[in-house]
Every structure is written in C-alpha cells, then in structure tokens.
C-alpha cells in the first residue's frame, strides 16, 4: 500500500473544501476565488525557474557517477557495513546492494538508489529465517535509508529557492548535512534500544497474513537489477597533475585571501560561517568537475547527457506542483492558514520553531511531491532568506517520505511485520526535525 496517496488524496481535498467554506463564513471567498488562478501560475513559473538548476546539477552528478564516486562511496563504506550487519556474509549479493543503494542516497541519487534498495530487500528475504517478518537487517537497512546521510544539496529544493528570489540559495547545504546527520544516529539507536525488546520479538508470521506473491519483489523489478561492476581509470599523467594541483592551490590561497580580508572586519567565528556559505558550493561543483576530469571523465559530455535527466524530472513534478500549490494558495487567501498558525505559534514559539514550518513538516513523511510543493508556497509567501524560509528548506531535505519508502520496500520483501521498523525511522525524522532546528539557529539565527 502506498500510504503517501491516499493521505494526500485526504490533504488536497481538506484544504480545497476547508478553503471555500472558511473563505465563505470570513468574506474571503473573492480572494479564495483569485488565488486558484494565482497558484496555478505561480507553479508554473515556479517549475521554469526549477528546470535550469535541475539540468545542471544533475549534469553535474553525472559527472561524479562516471568518474567512479559511487563505487569510491562504497569501498569506504563497505567495512563500517560488515560491522553494523555481522548476519549478512561480506559476498552475499544483499551487501552488495546495500552498499550500492547507500552510496546513491549518499551521493543524493534518490532515483538510482531506489533498484538497489529493493534489490536488497529481496536478498534479505531470501535468507530470513522467519518470513513476513522483518529480520534485524531489513529493519535497520531501512532506517539507515530513510534517514540517509546526505553528502551533497538537495538540488531541487536548493533551485527552488534560487526561483523564489534568495540571495544565497545554497545556505542551507551545511544545516542540511548538520541534520540528515542527526536523523541518521536517531533512527539507528532507537534500533538498538529497540530489537531485543519482547513486543519486537522476531517470530513466524502466518502465511495468510503475508502479502500476496502480487506484492513479491519480482513485481519490483528486483530480479532484474543487476550491481555494476568496479569501474577502473588510468592514472593521471603530469598534465593532469598539474591542472589539478595547480587548481586546489589557486583556490586555497584565494580562501585565505577572502578569510584575512573579512577577518579585518569581523570574528573569527562570523567569517567560519561567511566561507562556509559562500565557498561551500562553489568548492563543490568545482571538486566534483575536477575529480571526473582527473578519471579521464569527457566531463562535458557527461556533464549534458546527465542534464537531460533534468528536462524530464523537471516535467513530472508540474501536476503535482499545480495542485498542491493552488491549494495551499486557497487555505491561505481564506484565512485558514493564518487562523492554524495563529493557534499553534503559541506552543511551538518557545522551542525556536515558527507554526508556518508545521504543515511542510507533517507532511513530509507521507508524500515527498506534496511537502515539496507546501515548502515552494511557504518560500514564495515568506521568502527564501527569511528564518522561516531557511527552515522549511532544511526540512524538505534532510527527511524522508517514510511510510512510502516502507510500503515500497516491504512489498518487495513480502513482510507483514515490520516489528520496530516504523519506530526506528520515524524516530529519525524527529531527529532531523530537531536536528534541522538547531542547524538553522546556528546558521541563520
């Protein structure tokens, strides 16, 4: 079951018909009436703006991926795995998928870290010993990916922000690093605080209580997703060691150049946070472009064959944004939205959290297009630069659709007992919610 659906499909229509019948009893209804046109268009322009900084950060990621980043990611990544799964054999083809599957979220390669994650889902299954239930590895498999490290922006969310006007729309990479982080350690010690605890016992499931061989990983694809093998580059020669050196060296000088002029001006702790935000992406795409280039990586044509991803991403996500951002558009005109935030600004004032951040936050677990369409509307209503602006970002993209990423993934698996799995992964979005809090207060506070 896809739980993102049919809790959106609830969602969108409480925010349509709360809209008309509030706007009715306030006398907002004219107003209600022109932000359905206003939404629409806004989401729009809002999907223009999005289309250019989708084609080339993903161009870009493309370069990484050629120049065997991935395959990197998951050598430094495959001892700390044998430790954290001792029941899995190091050659089972379920590590080999969990490390792929790792190192694409790592990389933020939602879309390729997906077939592996299945894939390795219906390798576990295949040596649990009580079938239809979770085994110790799915349910700690599945709270590391959804409370996944993010070691790149989250590009959507970051051009969404460039669309709606910010001055710096790549400031919250680091807050957002700081709180994928925390979502990671949440959601894996509550799994250990939780697995040996007798409701979570591992036991046999009935077998008319697991799902139908309808819902088995074949239907997934999972067979058929096959783990590369490792790619292999030739050394550098002296030209390309001379470009590349050369270049980390004229940046680090500029860096200290930068640092000794503001430091002139202001704290030693004020320009940390000054580089931080203003070299931090430059020094990526740099990095990134450097590193394939020094694979031997045609980094331009890898760069444009990677952006055509973009045009498509890009097109799929306009229905979505449409109909949630006319519908937002319409809460808000009636004064409903102000009415929720004025009732709950109170309780979560205190704790450093604006009331405007909440909807985007309980959303987010359900519906990724949903949340995303939510935060672009709170961006456009309070601006990108704002604290409220920063945060909603930050959410958006250090937590994950949970319960969607667990309806998929079990299906796969045919479970029916998830045991602590839930507890685990939401604990990690409480996590990162907490985490993104703190981030944000540092950076921007």
């Keep these: ?13 409480g925010l349509i018909l709360t809209s008309i019948v ?18 629409a268009k806004s989401a729009f322009e809002l999907v223009l703006g999005l289309v250019g900084g989708m084609v080339f950060m993903l161009g870009i990621m493309r370069v990484a991926f050629d120049g065997g980043l991935r395959d990197i990611i998951a050598r430094v990544m495959a001892p700390l795995l044998r430790r954290l799964f001792p029941d899995i054999p190091a050659d089972h083809p379920a590590m080999a998928a969990m490390v792929m599957n790792m190192a694409c979220n790592l990389m933020g390669l939602g879309n390729a870290a997906t077939p592996f994650g299945i894939k390795a889902m219906s390798e576990l299954a ?13 349910v700690l498999f599945l709270a590391i990916n959804t409370s996944s490290i993010n070691l790149f922006p ?4 970051i051009f969404v922000r460039a669309a709606a006007g910010s001055a710096n729309p790549f400031a919250i990479w680091l807050p957002t690093l700081m709180a994928t982080i925390c979502s990671t350690l949440g959601a894996v010690s509550v799994y250990y605080l939780l697995r040996n605890l007798p409701m979570f016992k591992h036991e046999a499931v009935n077998p ?34 001379t470009v590349v050196w050369g270049v980390c060296i004229a940046t680090a000088v500029g860096i200290a150049v930068d640092a000794n002029r503001q430091l002139a001006e202001t704290s030693v702790a004020d320009v940390f946070f000054t580089l931080a935000n203003a070299w931090s992406f430059p020094l990526l795409i740099g990095g ?3 590193f394939g280039y020094s694979r031997g990586v045609r980094v331009y044509e890898s760069m444009v064959e990677g952006a ?10 306009v229905p979505y944004l449409v109909a949630i951002l006319t519908a937002v558009a319409m809460f808000r005109a009636s004064g409903a939205l102000d009415f929720m935030i004025g009732l709950i600004n109170p309780l979560t004032s205190p704790l450093g959290v604006p009331a405007e951040v909440l909807p985007m936050a309980l959303l987010r677990p359900f519906s990724g297009t949903g949340a995303f369409g939510v935060m672009s509307e709170t961006l456009t209503a309070n601006g990108p630069d704002s604290f409220i602006g920063y945060l909603t970002s930050t959410l958006q993209g250090s937590t994950e659709t949970t319960f969607y990423v667990l309806a998929v993934y079990f299906g796969a698996a045919r479970v029916s007992q998830g045991r602590h799995t839930l507890p685990a992964c939401l604990a990690g979005d409480v996590a990162g919610f907490v985490g993104a809090v703190v981030a944000c207060h540092l950076f921007f506070n």
């Design 288 to 290: 990134l472009l450097l």
């Design 22 to 39: 509030y706007g009715a009893f306030t006398g907002h209804i004219g107003d209600v009436s022109k932000a359905i046109s206003d939404g």
């Design 208 to 241: 008319s209580e697991m799902p139908s061989a309808d819902d088995a990983s074949d239907d997934f694809g999972a067979d058929n997703v096959e783990i590369p093998p490792t790619q292999t580059f030739p050394p550098m020669g002296p030209m390309k060691l």
């Design 154 to 157: 989250p590009t959507g969310t």
């Design 308 to 317: 055509k991803e973009g045009l498509t991403v890009s097109a799929r996500i």
């Design 126 to 138: 295949k040596i649990n010993r009580f079938p239809g239930a979770a085994s110790n590895a799915m």
């Design 1 to 13: 079951m896809d739980w993102g659906v049919p809790v959106l499909n609830w969602v969108w229509l």
